[in-house]
């Protein structure tokens, strides 16, 4: 079982950045696509951004030039750099990832238990 741990969540004031990680339990051998997905109470799981394996990226209208999506694939990690947050990116973020790991031939989809961002001055 590959299990995903997220960080770098907290309280920020608007206008404010933060970096979250996402860092796998095993070696990622074949990457297949790499997101992050938030959830605001009372509202569903929504994609924030996604980088396949070719590092085409992909972003939510909402936080497109404020939010960055990228790897660093010999430390397993996938990251979302978020600038200019604003009140509404209050949610609980979420990452997965879905590619080949260390251990098993098959292909796997994970996700992590979530870290919460809050934005609020």
């Known amino acids: 079982q590959v299990q995903l741990v997220e960080s770098g969540g907290g309280l920020v004031q608007p206008g404010g950045s933060l970096r979250l990680s996402c860092l796998a339990s095993r070696s990622i051998l074949s990457m297949v696509r790499m997101g992050w997905y938030r959830q605001a109470p009372g509202k569903e799981r929504e994609s924030v951004a996604v980088i396949t394996s070719g590092g085409t990226t992909n972003y939510a209208e909402s936080v497109n030039g404020r939010f960055t999506i990228f790897r660093e694939n010999s430390k397993n990690t996938v990251y979302l750099q978020m600038d200019s947050l604003k009140p509404e990116d209050t949610a609980v973020y979420f990452c997965?990832?879905?590619?080949?790991?260390?251990?098993?031939?098959?292909?796997?989809?994970?996700w992590g238990q979530g870290t919460q961002v809050t934005v609020s001055s």
């Open positions: 997965n990832i879905k590619g080949v790991f260390l251990g098993s031939p098959l292909i796997g989809d994970y």
